[in-house]
């Protein structure tokens, strides 16, 4: 044997032994956190004049609150405990200024318009009972107030057509519970074990068949996690018009299929054994096949996205910078999210763009859910926008805005992390091409784009609200709807109107339409509409005549009036529908913005029915009109309580007036039908409950904007695609290879809640 051998095997085991040692010690080092880089360069004048659209701060709100309590001559109660004859704020809001006082301020170098707010009063305690709205300002010190409610709607708005609080939904509880359900203790002790908390109510609207009714029907359900699904077959109709609650009666009873005068009549019906009584067993506290627990034990984390250079978005008071976008987003108290003055590569190509209403239309064969017609916008879509879940409302890393709201208080109500803002690797290519003909190379561009979302929780529906902003100049307004599926207690011909999806449930079906309001300004104010579509056009092949071809080739034409650009919800639309505006591209085209939408609605109510003018924007599928300041809204939140006298029917917006180079509207409606099934127990799944549409550069640019990402990725056949200067995915190793700095995970969607 070599007698250097054993030396050899020594210094060998001890290289082994050094480098598995290294390896090993690696191993249980932790990689580098991940560290921001200054990316973003703000214009603070840019964002400073975004402040024009800025929700109100809660100092404002106090100062609005104790201006009315000073200068309205009347007692405000806290509408928290206000009775109907009472006087109170139901809620304050920002009044945004006329636009073209903003665009003076923001492009002519004008004057920063007066900031002011807009208060929704009730005033109960006088002769007239009735509904004002008051401008209040100028903030931050107001030193005036005045009324518009005349100026804004033709008129007065009667008491009747307000908004239920809170405070009204109590008192009615407090009604069914003390006078109502107390005249028939036998029948709900021994058919729903009844013991004064194991019920839960909901309520139906609108409240009944003329202008002046305030009779509500409520669906009685067994009070557990998820009751919108538990029904027990008992409806109470309260007719609680009188702003005396004393004089509050019961109009009617249902039970299991029969129609009673009043819960006495249901009593004595009972007792005499003349009812059909069909007990629902008991559920636990939990809901049982309602609960939202998951029924596996938590297993292999989900992936997680996160951002290994830090974000690049910035965020700054209401205004937002992402890549060529900027942008200022808002929370209106109605109607949720709203999006203003949205620029790309610093140009304006939309002033506002907003959620208006979202309706729901229930068929049944009980009565509390045959009436039922939700117009969300009444309730407060902004007022029901709930916390965030960081991680599964949201991803993890998203920064979280907390947002501000004074309705039915005195003081302001913060609603922390309510709105999240993330950028987002939607894996897949926005565009790519692998080229193995002729010459050699691939070159792609990942769809990253920044999100915008807040969600609303009114009553069993959550609405995911998104804006998404893409690389290519394309916006995306979408909904995802969610949350409970309403139901009716399973009986007679139930199943004409759902599916059964427990043992005495009947998931209801019901239409949703979804109304936005998207003022575009393409190159300027002044737009037309233009319609793009194809036809198939039969021609001799020139080069064999005696040959026929089918070509199809480019319709156009211009939509000249409003008639013409009111598309019916189910009327053939033209496929490429664009604002155009009075420039050109490099290549001779009006550069415009096109409307794709996004739907697959159910059929609207039909028009002889007696409140469709209430929800008339709802015919159509999209209806392009001129800007007027005195058509800020579609709806309004009076039409849900008196839909028969509507306080606004957007079928008045359209009269066949010209929009050719004019300042233009599109009012959009995108919605679904949903016919519950049993996978919708225990909760609807936003897969497939997806709607919206799409603003996309049409002819807008000389070519895509988003060749100028620095996302983008090429390499051909003789270069080295591993080293980076030629390949930055390449480098991913080196550039991600960091931990996220994860917060600790809070929530605080518990504390200070407000219920239906």
Not at 414 to 426: D, G, P, Y
Request: charged fraction near 20%; glycine fraction near 8%.
């Amino acid at each position: 044997m070599n007698p250097k051998l054993p030396y050899v095997l020594l210094v060998g085991a001890g290289v082994i032994i050094f480098i598995l040692s290294c390896m090993l010690l690696s191993r249980g080092r932790r990689s580098p956190s991940c560290e921001s880089q200054p990316h973003i360069v703000e214009k603070m004048r840019s964002t400073s004049q975004s402040l024009v659209f800025a929700d109100l701060t809660p100092e404002e709100m106090v100062q609005v609150v104790q201006y009315l309590q000073g200068n309205l001559g009347v007692q405000l109660v806290d509408a928290s405990r206000a009775k109907p004859s009472d006087n109170c704020i139901a809620s304050v809001d920002v009044q945004v200024p006329a636009k073209a006082e903003v665009l003076r301020f923001l492009d002519g170098g004008g004057a920063r318009p007066p900031r002011e707010a807009l208060a929704v009063l009730y005033f109960g305690n006088q002769p007239d009972p009735n509904v004002t709205e008051y401008v209040v300002g100028p903030l931050p010190t107001p030193v005036y107030h005045r009324d518009i409610t005349v100026q804004k709607y033709g008129g007065k708005v009667p008491y009747h057509r307000r908004p239920m609080l809170g405070s009204e939904y109590e008192q009615v509880g407090a009604f069914l519970e003390m006078v109502a359900l107390a005249a028939a203790p036998t029948f709900l002790k021994e058919v729903f074990e009844y013991d004064g908390t194991n019920v839960a109510f909901q309520t139906t609207a609108p409240h009944g068949f003329k202008s002046g009714d305030r009779k509500s029907w409520f669906i009685m359900f067994q009070n557990v996690s998820g009751f919108f699904v538990h029904p027990v077959g008992l409806e109470v109709l309260v007719d609680h018009s009188s702003l005396d609650i004393s004089r509050w009666v019961v109009s009617r009873v249902f039970y299991n299929g029969q129609y009673y005068r009043d819960m006495v009549q249901l009593e004595s019906a009972y007792v005499q054994g003349r009812i059909s009584v069909e007990k629902v067993r008991k559920a636990p506290q939990d809901g049982d096949f309602s609960s939202m627990k998951p029924r596996a034990p938590p297993a292999a984390l989900f992936p997680l996205q996160y951002e290994p250079q830090g974000p690049r978005y910035s965020i700054r008071n209401n205004h937002v910078l992402f890549q060529a976008w900027s942008f200022a987003f808002g929370m209106s108290v109605n109607t949720g999210l709203r999006l203003f003055d949205i620029r790309h590569k610093g140009e304006r190509v939309a002033y506002e763009i907003s959620v208006q209403e979202a309706l729901s239309v229930y068929g049944s064969n009980c009565p509390g859910g045959m009436s039922t017609r939700y117009m969300d916008g009444s309730f407060g879509i902004g007022r029901y926008t709930s916390p965030l879940v960081r991680g599964v409302d949201c991803p993890y890393s998203a920064t979280y805005v907390d947002t501000y709201s004074l309705s039915e208080t005195l003081s302001p109500s913060k609603r922390k992390a309510s709105l999240c803002i993330f950028e987002q690797n939607l894996g897949s290519p926005l565009r790519r091409h692998y080229s193995n003909l002729q010459s050699l190379y691939y070159g792609g561009l990942v769809n990253s784009a920044l999100v915008v979302r807040s969600i609303a929780t009114v009553g069993n529906h959550d609405y995911v609200w998104d804006f998404i902003f893409y690389q290519n100049g394309a916006i995306e307004g979408k909904v995802q709807a969610t949350g409970y599926a309403t139901s009716s207690f399973l009986h007679g011909d139930g199943l004409r109107y759902g599916n059964r999806v427990w043992e005495h449930t009947l998931g209801t079906i019901r239409t949703h339409s979804i109304n936005y309001k998207v003022d575009l300004d393409v190159g300027g104010v002044k737009n037309s509409l233009v319609a793009h579509d194809m036809a198939f056009e039969m021609v001799r092949a020139p080069w064999s005549p005696e040959q026929q071809i089918e070509r199809p080739r480019l319709t156009k034409k211009v939509l000249d009036t409003e008639d013409q650009a009111a598309f019916r919800l189910q009327s053939k639309m033209p496929r490429y529908i664009y604002f155009a505006a009075n420039s050109k591209n490099k290549w001779g085209h009006q550069r415009g913005y096109r409307i794709q939408i996004t739907s697959f609605a159910g059929d609207h109510v039909p028009e002889a029915s007696s409140m469709e003018r209430a929800v008339s924007w709802a015919r159509y599928q999209l209806a392009v009109t001129r800007r007027k300041e005195e058509e800020p809204t579609s709806t309004s939140i009076y039409n849900q309580n008196d839909p028969w006298t509507p306080t606004v029917a957007f079928a008045n917006f359209i009269n066949n007036e010209t929009i050719t180079n004019e300042d233009l509207v599109a009012w959009i409606t995108a919605g679904f039908l949903h016919i519950p099934h049993s996978e919708d127990i225990p909760n609807t799944v936003t897969v497939g409950n997806s709607v919206g549409f799409l603003l996309r550069p049409y002819n807008y640019y000389d070519l895509d904007p988003s060749i100028y990402s620095h996302d983008g990725v090429f390499f051909t056949s003789e270069q080295d695609f591993t080293a980076c200067d030629i390949n930055p995915i390449a480098c991913l190793p080196k550039t991600a290879s960091c931990l996220p700095n994860f917060p600790p995970f809070t929530y605080d969607g518990f504390q200070n809640i407000s219920r239906l």
